[in-house]
T-cell receptor, first 115, second 115 residues
Framework: DTEVTQTPKHLVMGMTNKKSLKCEQH?????MYWYKQKAKKPPELMFV???????INESVPSRFSPECPNSSLLNLHLHALQPEDSALYLC??????????????FGPGTRLTVT | AQSVTQLDSHVSVSEGTPVLLRCNYS??????LFWYVQHPNKGLQLLLK????ATLVKGINGFEAEFKKSETSFHLTKPSAHMSDAAEYFC?????????????WGAGTKLIIKP
């Protein structure tokens, strides 16, 4: 099973709302990632968790707050977002961190619209 | 510096004809290379990967790619296009010996299939 699940599929939120995106994998992978993807562009890395610890934060604004409750779960907490944050948010996982050449498996994404 | 160049932003072929999507990379070391496909409003699916074993790599859905070190290329091919192949394709480099450990993404190639 190479499935990564994400909820919700779609999310519309106002700029004062607080919401969370959730991601889950049951492949025993020890690295998990959050990406942001704008239309017609490749994904942009936001955060990397390796063995449940945040190892990379790509200078993401503090209105995005990641959390890794356990080795299978990854959350992205959203607060006071801006309209330009509207995008497809993708979660991915890999056996180990990508530097070892391991492929990443992606979830279907959450389509976020900030109004 | 490591980089990936997808030589065509759009490729249009007729159903049943061969597909060629071109990718050149630049890397100081022997990298791992991947092709991902993204159908409209969907997540990313791994098509195939090269990790320094056989230079001709077979993937899912009849796709294959050949690693040519002398040409620093990793072109994706399929003998006969199907309507369901219409999607965005990304060539990706994983720099195996890079402390930053980030995937490097090409800009993407949109494959259009004409009936």
């Amino acid at each position: 099973d190479t499935e990564v699940t994400q909820t919700p599929k779609h999310l519309v939120m106002g700029m004062t709302n607080k919401k969370s995106l959730k991601c889950e994998q049951h492949m025993g992978h020890r690295a998990m990632y959050w990406y942001k993807q704008k239309a017609k562009k490749p994904p942009e890395l936001m955060f990397v968790y390796s063995y449940e610890k945040l190892s990379i934060n790509e200078s993401v604004p503090s209105r995005f707050s990641p959390e890794c409750p356990n080795s299978s779960l990854l959350n992205l907490h959203l607060h006071a977002l801006q309209p330009e944050d509207s995008a497809l948010y993708l979660c991915a996982s890999s056996q180990e961190h990508v530097g070892q050449g391991y492929e990443q498996y992606f979830g279907p994404g959450t389509r976020l619209t900030v109004t | 510096a490591q980089s990936v160049t997808q030589l065509d932003s759009h490729v249009s072929v007729s159903e049943g004809t061969p597909v060629l999507l071109r990718c050149n990379y630049s890397s100081s070391y022997s990298p791992s290379l991947f092709w991902y496909v993204q159908h409209p409003n969907k997540g990313l699916q791994l098509l195939l990967k090269y990790t320094s074993a056989a230079t001709l790599v077979k993937g899912i859905n009849g796709f294959e790619a050949e690693f040519k070190k002398s040409e620093t290329s990793f072109h994706l091919t399929k003998p006969s296009a199907h309507m369901s192949d219409a999607a965005e394709y990304f060539c990706v480099v994983s720099p195996v010996r890079d402390s930053n450990y980030q995937l490097i993404w090409g800009a993407g190639t949109k494959l259009i299939i004409k009936p």
